[in-house]
């Protein structure tokens, strides 16, 4: 397949605007995941690429091939597309057996008997719902639909495929399976695929790259490491992998690092960046990233704690230092009222105080 | 083929013709069983002529032959019906084939009212009343004695008295309007004084129903024929009927041959053996009147002559098909509600 | 823009779909307008139509509106359709939603009996309803005996409403039942589970779902009400109550001296107006249809809902409704039709009869008028049920540009009272050229009573279809199906309830049919209706009765056995 | 509340055995949270509890109050249990605004207008939905009608809530933040929590205790600590942070300790344990726990990184000793063939091997 390139692509219900301006291009065999806050317009654009709703400007082709263009009012019909979609809603037809529901698509491009059972087979198989075959999907539980949904859209080997939050009421362990699987099939079968997601760890696991949407545009659009190493704003900063924001003022800004007093009167050196137009700052660190230290030195705070969670494989804890109230995680339990942390230089960014970071 | 030796010598070639022809198509406003003795004789003499007969209302009869007769789909070679004013219609504007039956002569002089229209039955509209609850004492015998009987007992009679509405029914008006036309302003004071005791109904089913039951304990000019059989039901003692002894009203039923008939002949046949002496018989044996003089009584219920005999000629209201009916509808129609209200 | 860059995609254009859109659009606009046509001409014609000599005029509306008395008229009017709406509407939502979806005890066989009354003609019906509650009829006489009076009076426009909303209740009642069945069952639970009782559950959360089935069974019941003639006829009559049919009866169709067909077609003009401002109003108060959605892609299970204690408190009142008003009816008419005499001054057992039995099946032309009625009937229904079915989902599943047009061309005939349109079509097979091939046949008969109750098949279907969400259809469409496979392999099973509420209110609709037939048909293709009208003319109901027996055996035998063949496994 | 009591429960559909003889004691106040993959019975438990499906034997009470009793044929109906119910697929009412959703249990309760819209307000804010009280649901995305129905259940303050999966569509900031305010507003209002989830880490994070379920029984009760560190089988320990199991034999069983030999043939101590009868266990250790080491000792494995997946905030590694493959997980990235690990004993468990553990 050629590249999938969505251009200034507009979506607008009556007075809403649900997407806006979006410009995403999806190189062959790439796999793409749309990550965002609920609402941000991810299912929206998903499905203006399906052809399921009409977008009010902007092109979207596949290489050459123009499936919508706003100005020419031009369409390709959803059904010329030879798209995989799994809707967040599954979408199973209600009416028919699970197998039905797999078949449909395969005799419609008027696949054999024997492949089609073979193929319903492979597909169910790895969704592992083999046994329920002949169930109707008012039988099967939440989770159960959503694999068969995921199912329908693969049988037909789609050289696109568009996945719309497809994993979230699967359990923990089987959507770590499903993930792998899921990249390893999208790998082996180059076929492209874009992903909506909310779980950034998933996403972070999966994606080739990440597209970080905010109430219908686009913030950033990079490698997994690049969207969470280098955000480029606090608001992905604070969405992917939950950062603290520490406020404070810049008092000296250098290439390669800058120096902020922070709100507890404390000051420490980070990575260089902007700042607002009076000297206005956030640090933004991530709790996974903030170390405990035994002695005071440059970038350490004493803090207090305030709130202990656990998490299984980590401890995370509510801190406070003075004004100063954000979340550190460590693998062990920590039972004494204070501890002294510490800011890595490499693991913090700047960004200029905004209304919206929270 | 056997014909009455009075039959013109070329009646063969209507004979011969028909044979040619593709049966006979009748609009009618009867029912199947009043058809089916006539049918049956007259299939008897002509066993080639298939008859068909579509049954429909009165009006309908005639709404539909007159928006078919332009086009070329096939329509009545014969109507029946006993619409009166669209028969002084037809009278007038001559649509109807200007043949004369041989059979006229035997006839009396209001079998054909207008050339081509000829009459088929006289059908008596009688007084019915429901004879549980109306004393032998009670139960009027005509027009003036119901009005007697209404005045002096209102509460018995109060919204009891049913008829056709001469306002809402082609029928109904033809009706009474013969009456009144021959009963004049005493009929009209009679009909002022019951009026508001009177609801009019339009159909003569109804009519029977409601009677049977007690909500209305009588009617007058109740269609006659929708009586008799009923009368010989198990529990027909319920009913009575009486021909009204200050007039009985007869309504023809008439019956035209279309200019431009598909089956001119064929139609020609039916007619002429309608009016024979053995059709009429069969008309009546199909539980209409027939008026024919020679039919014998004992093979049907009642013939014109019968009620006659009865009653007394005078006594007999012919509602035939006078143009008047047209021509002074709406007057009628208004100074009937005017009645009906009391005024 | 230049002209070229068009040819590209219009030469994709012309696709399946796009061909079904067109052709069911140019073919459902020809089979409507034939018949109304010729009406709408004769509104503005001063004599009838087939007269050479008739001039345009606009006299006929003068004529309509000078009429004295026509406020009152159309008080009435206004006043016994809305009744009957009101009536239908109440009862034929509350028996939906209790039989759909409760465990009512005897559900099953109540909601059967309860569908009786659209079995027969309202002429039937008034008959029923006076031996038993007229003013000497056997409910009448028995309160009389034991309560000392009847506080109910049908020679009234409140009577005649109540009557004909009774009559109509079950269309309400089969249009919301297919909605109920199928609307989701989880969104029940959530009410109970946040709080409410059985019923409050059903009134808060089924039944405004349902609106998209009571809306449009609400408009229809309108229109039946003002466009029906047996009822107000029979019943206001005798009382001298007029309605706008009873005078178009009286004054243009059966008037006492030659027919005024100008009148007939000006007021037609005018119940098409009405009736072009109803569909408008239908599709303003369905707006935003998405909140009416309840079959989604996520499954949820089929499910009654407990009624608990209210269990036999709700059966006793159903029970009651349905035998005072359907049963007692219908008991009426069975007993009438092998009776000589119905009436309380003879015990029925001295009058037991098998004549009028004998009077329908001696004669061959009412036999073969039976036969001719299940023929048009069965094979009537499903052509119509398949065309219904693709006009409502062109109108309403397609990105077709008419489409809306083209539900308002398809409602139109329900404006027309039956006699009206039977002019209508009359005229039409007879001057269209072509149609002289079918004249006579039952296939015309067909073809027209098929046009007559588009819109009543359209009721059963459109709101199931709104309630199907769109994500089943995308679903399918990315799966590579076009429009047409989408709508045939996955919404039509999807609406199997309502395709057999459409199909079975056809087959009652076409099988009782009198009006529209009796200028259409010609020996051989008799059917009930016509063959009854000949017996009424006979002034004893006897035989009407027992062919209405005939009627509603027929009718319910093929009802079950439908149900139990088509209906059986909704979800599979 | 007094406490919830759920005896012997059994809930068949036709030959389905969805739960089966289930027995949990809810204290009252308490959070607990049914945990299992999908398909194991948690809606299905859930619902008999809210009367909404029928249970096929055993008995649910509150106290004393009888809510169902499979012997006596007693049910009391759903809506005079008082309690919250967010559904798994919201059934939320199409037909009502958003605010009409919220407002007609207040209305069953027949409280006034004035505090009607407080509470509606409140509990809208809560889900950060207050813009959208009068749209319709269908004009809400996936996440949006999630939060839409958590605040619905919430409304009308019932001393009981049953939550099937009420964050499975919201984004992970949004989930963490709903989840804290869950917990906080449980303590609160004291209200008795039964949640259902298949995410291990809010399971862990949120809850009192845990019911882990798997087809249709229940496989352990207990806080997330036991739970998470003494799993009482592998279907456990598997289940919950996705163990390595490694397979061996059993070589000697101590009061606190056992020794095994490993499949690649090094032996490892292990906390004890039982062995399966050819003396045939599967070790079980938390990716996590696996230590990364510098020297050969007791306990380590030489292993070579066959696979490297970014998490964010660790890496995770798919590693190999001769026949045992298991993942490790590690907050720095290792750019070497191979390394030394160690299996720390305390974090290890060892378990009888079974056909079922994976
Ligand atoms: N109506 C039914 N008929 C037959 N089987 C059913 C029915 N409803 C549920 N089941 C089966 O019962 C089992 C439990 O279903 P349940 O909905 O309780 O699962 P769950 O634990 O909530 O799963 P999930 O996390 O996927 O929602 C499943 O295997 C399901 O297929
Ligand atoms: N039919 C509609 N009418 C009006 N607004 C709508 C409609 N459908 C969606 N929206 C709005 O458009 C925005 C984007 O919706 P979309 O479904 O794309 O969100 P999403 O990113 O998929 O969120 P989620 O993760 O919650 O599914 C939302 O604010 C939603 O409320
Ligand atoms: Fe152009
Ligand atoms: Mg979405
Ligand atoms: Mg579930």
């Known amino acids: 397949m050629a590249d999938l390139i969505l251009e200034n692509l507009t979506i607008k219900y009556g007075a809403v605007t649900a997407v806006d301006n979006l410009n995403i291009h999806v190189a062959s065999g790439e796999f793409l995941t749309l990550l965002g806050p609920s609402g941000c317009g991810k299912s929206t654009s998903l499905f203006a690429v399906a052809g399921l709703n009409h977008a009010t400007s902007g092109t979207i082709r596949i290489g050459d091939r123009v499936l919508f263009d706003g100005d020419a009012a031009h369409t390709v019909p959803p059904e010329k597309r030879n798209i995989g979609l799994v809707f967040q809603s599954y979408a199973l037809w209600p009416h028919k057996t699970v197998a039905e529901n797999l078949a449909f698509p395969l005799i419609l491009r008027k696949i054999g008997r024997a492949e089609r059972d073979e193929r319903i087979k492979d597909a169910l198989g790895l969704v592992e719902m083999l046994p329920y075959a002949d169930r109707y999907p008012f039988e099967l539980s939440g989770g159960q639909q959503q694999r068969v949904a995921l199912a329908r859209a693969l049988v037909y080997r789609p050289p696109l495929l568009l996945l719309d939050e497809p994993l979230s009421n699967l359990d923990a362990k089987l959507r770590e399976r499903a993930r792998v699987w899921l990249r390893e099939l999208q790998e082996r079968l180059s076929v492209t695929t874009i992903y909506v997601t909310h779980d950034q760890a998933e996403a972070l696991a999966v994606s080739d790259r990440i597209a970080v949407m905010s109430m219908g545009r686009m913030r950033q659009l990079g490698t997994p490491r690049e969207i969470y190493d280098h955000p480029a704003d606090s608001f992905v900063a604070d969405f992917i992998g939950s950062s603290n924001f520490l406020h404070g003022t810049l008092i000296e800004v250098g290439t390669d690092h800058a120096r902020v007093r922070l709100a507890d009167g404390r000051e420490v050196t980070t990575q260089s960046g902007p700042a607002g137009a009076d000297g206005a700052v956030v640090v933004a660190v991530r709790p996974e990233k903030i170390e405990l230290t035994d002695q005071e030195g440059p970038n350490t705070l004493r803090v207090s704690i305030e709130q202990r969670t656990y998490l299984g494989s980590v401890w995370q804890y509510a801190v406070r230092s003075g004004p100063l109230a954000f979340r550190i995680q460590t693998p062990s339990e920590l039972l004494q009222k204070e501890v002294l942390v510490r800011i890595p230089q490499e693991h913090s960014a700047v960004f200029p105080e905004q209304a919206s970071a929270s | 083929q056997e014909v009455p030796s009075y039959y013109p010598t070329d009646y063969s070639q209507i004979i011969e013709g028909s044979r040619s022809e593709s049966g006979l198509m009748i609009y009618s406003n009867m029912a199947d069983n009043n058809w089916q003795p006539l049918i049956e004789g007259f299939n008897a003499k002509y066993p080639w002529i298939k008859v068909e007969t579509v049954d429909l209302g009165s009006g309908t009869v005639h709404s539909r032959w007159e928006a078919e007769k332009g086009s070329s789909a096939r329509t009545a070679d014969l109507l029946v019906s006993g619409a009166n004013d669209r028969w002084a219609a037809y009278g007038q504007d001559g649509s109807m084939e200007d043949y004369k039956s041989p059979e006229a002569q035997h006839l009396p002089e209001f079998a054909q009212p207008y050339p081509g229209v000829n009459v088929l039955s006289t059908d008596p509209l009688v007084i019915t009343y429901n004879a549980a609850l109306l004393t032998e004492e009670q139960r009027p015998t005509g027009f003036a004695s119901l009005v007697e009987a209404a005045t002096a007992d209102p509460s018995a009679f109060e919204g009891k008295i049913t008829t056709y509405d001469a306002a809402r029914n082609s029928f109904g008006l033809a009706a009474w309007w013969s009456y009144m036309d021959k009963k004049g302003d005493a009929a009209w004071d009679g009909l002022r004084k019951i009026g508001p005791m009177i609801r009019g109904e339009t159909s003569g089913g109804p009519m029977n129903e409601k009677i049977a039951t007690g909500e209305y304990v009588m009617g007058i000019a109740v269609s006659g024929i929708t009586i008799f059989p009923r009368l010989e039901q198990p529990g027909g003692e319920i009913l009575g009927f009486a021909f009204p002894d200050d007039g009985t009203i007869m309504m023809m039923r008439g019956m035209g041959i279309p200019k431009g008939a598909a089956n001119p002949n064929s139609a020609k046949l039916f007619v002429d053996y309608a009016l024979s002496q053995e059709g009429q018989t069969q008309v009546g044996k199909g539980g209409l009147v027939p008026y024919r003089e020679d039919v014998a009584e004992d093979q049907v219920r009642y013939t014109f002559q019968k009620i006659s005999e009865q009653i007394g000629e005078d006594n007999m209201v012919i509602a035939g098909f006078d143009e008047r009916l047209i021509t002074e509808a709406q007057s009628f129609v208004d100074k009937w509600n005017e009645a009906i209200a009391g005024r | ?572």
């Not at chain 3, 036999?367 to 062109?394: E, F, P, Q």
């Not at chain 3, 009359?426 to 067909?446: E, K």
């Not at chain 3, 459409?502 to 009930?528: D, M, R």
Request: aromatic fraction near 12%; include cysteine; hydrophobic fraction near 55%.
């Open chain 3, 1 to 572: 823009m230049t002209d070229i860059s068009h040819t590209g995609s219009t030469g994709l254009g012309i696709d399946r779909s796009r061909a079904i859109y067109w052709g069911v659009a140019a073919l459902t606009t020809v089979l409507v307008i034939g018949p109304i046509a010729p009406i709408l001409f004769q509104a503005f014609l001063d004599k009838p139509l087939y007269d050479d000599s008739a001039a345009l005029t606009v006299g006929n509306f003068a004529r309509l509106f000078s009429e004295p008395g026509m406020i009152g008229i159309f008080f009435n009017t206004l006043y016994f359709g809305g009744l009957t709406m009101v009536v239908a509407q109440v009862f034929g939502v509350i028996m939906a939603v209790l039989v759909g979806r409760t465990n009512l005890p005897g559900r099953q066989w109540l909601g059967e009996i309860f569908i009786w009354p659209l079995f027969v003609s309202n002429l039937v019906i008034a008959f029923g309803w006076f031996t038993m509650y007229g003013p000497s009829g056997f409910v009448t006489l028995a309160a009389k005996t034991y309560l000392g009076g009847a506080p109910w009076n049908l020679y009234t426009v409140s009577g005649m409403g109540i009557v004909a909303g009774l009559s109509q209740a079950p269309l309400t009642y089969l249009m919301c039942l297919a909605a109920v069945t199928k609307a989701d069952p989880l969104l029940e639970d959530a009410a109970r589970s946040t709080g409410a009782g059985p019923f409050r559950a059903l009134l808060s959360v089924t039944i405004p779902m349902i609106r998209p089935a009571i809306i449009y069974s609400a408009v229809l019941n309108f229109v039946v009400g003002i466009e029906m003639l047996a009822i107000p006829l029979l019943f206001g009559g005798p009382s001298g109550i007029q309605t706008v049919t009873t005078f178009l009866y009286d004054a243009g169709i059966n008037a006492a001296v030659r027919p005024e067909y100008g009148l007939v077609g000006a007021a037609a003009v005018i119940l098409l107006m009405l009736v072009a401002f109803l569909v408008w109003l239908q599709g303003y108060l369905m707006k935003s249809s998405g909140r009416f959605v309840s079959v989604r892609g996520k499954a949820s299970r089929p499910s009654t809902l407990e009624l608990g204690a209210w269990r036999w408190p709700a059966f006793l009142f159903v029970f009651s409704f349905v035998f005072l008003t359907i049963i007692s009816i219908f008991g009426g008419i069975f007993l009438r039709s092998a009776v000589s005499f119905l009436t309380p001054l003879i015990p029925f057992w001295k009058v037991l009869t098998a004549a009028n039995f004998e009077l329908v099946l001696s004669s061959a032309s009412y036999v073969r008028s039976i036969i001719n009625s299940v023929v048009v009937a069965t094979v009537g229904a499903a052509i119509g049920t398949c065309l219904i079915l693709v006009i409502a989902l062109v109108s309403r599943r397609s990105d077709f540009r008419y489409s809306r047009a083209l539900e308002y061309v398809a409602l139109f005939p329900r404006a027309l009272p039956g006699i009206i349109a039977g002019l209508g079509f009359f005229y039409a097979v007879i001057w269209l050229p072509g149609a002289d091939l079918i004249r006579g046949t039952v296939a015309v008969l067909i073809l027209a009573f098929m046009i007559r109750y588009i819109p009543v098949g359209f009721g059963a279907i459109a709101p199931a279809l709104a309630q199907v969400g769109e994500e089943l259809d995308r679903g399918a469409r990315i799966s590579g199906a076009d429009w047409w496979t989408t709508v045939t392999r996955i919404i039509v099973p999807i609406l199997k309830p309502a395709l057999f509420s459409c199909y079975a209110l056809l087959f009652i609709h076409f099988f009782k049919e009198y009006v529209t037939a009796a200028f259409l048909y010609q020996p051989g293709s008799e059917i009930i209706g016509t063959t009854m009208l000949q017996l009424v003319a006979q002034g004893d109901n006897g035989p009407v009765s027992a062919l209405a027996t005939i009627q509603v055996i027929i009718t319910a035998a093929f009802v079950i056995l439908a149900r139990r063949v088509m209906g059986a496994k909704i979800y599979g």
